[in-house]
């Protein structure tokens, strides 16, 4: 038993540690709101993750994964709004510099939205759980994977938190420097090329 949760919390970490569109979105809230916006998308990515293994400890992500209309729809939808925070972001970068709107807009829609739509508009989160999740649940009970899954978010959070901190302290000496348009501006781009890429690919 403790070999399995520790080979689980070893693969975790690896994940997790591994920057995707959630770390990259974390960074993108951050630059724009500050440290409350980060960790507020964080909340957000670990609450989309929870619901993933959820649907996962229940069966239903198996479900939609072999359900291939509906595993489509929810990949492009998650493209969409990949895309949609990935432009944003540069324009807002781009405006910052030349100055054509105020130097501190806010965002539209919360940053704890933008995470639990951002991730469970993810079709990998939901092929992720359910090839994951039962290697280390020995009795295969819903209530065994869940509690593996929850750790996972726990986890997470706990990580794009730290993220949030230390990308507040660091744009706090940069803000409104060319250097901090160029990573607001890179932010964007990361998310943009992770929208196509999700687009275009299988799961």
């Not at 995707?20 to 998308?41: E, F, K, S, V």
């Not at 704890?112 to 992720?128: E, R, T």
Request: glycine share 8%.
């Amino acid at each position: 038993m403790l070999a399995h949760a520790a080979a689980f919390l070893a693969v975790s970490a690896l994940v997790i540690v591994t920057p995707g569109q959630d770390t990259a979105l974390t960074i993108r809230n951050t630059l724009a709101l500050g440290r409350r916006g980060g960790i507020d998308t964080a909340a957000g990515v670990a609450l989309g993750q929870l619901v993933w293994a959820l649907a996962a400890s229940a069966g239903l992500a198996a479900l939609l994964h072999a359900w291939e209309p509906a595993f489509t729809a929810l990949r492009i939808a998650g493209a969409a709004y990949l895309l949609y925070l990935g432009l944003s972001a540069l324009r807002s970068a781009f405006a910052r510099a030349s100055e054509a709107v105020p130097a501190a807009p806010r965002l539209r829609t919360p940053p704890l939205v933008q995470g639990l739509l951002s991730n469970l508009g993810n079709p990998k989160m939901a092929v992720f759980f359910t090839s994951l999740l039962p290697q280390f649940a020995p009795q295969g009970s819903f209530a065994e994977l869940f509690a593996l899954g929850a750790v996972f978010c726990t986890l997470t959070l706990v990580w794009l938190s730290s993220y949030a901190l230390a990308v507040s302290r660091a744009s706090e000496l940069l803000r409104g420097s060319r250097a901090w348009r160029a990573l607001e501006a890179l932010t964007g781009a990361v998310l943009v090329a992770l929208g196509l890429r999700v687009a275009a690919e299988t799961v």
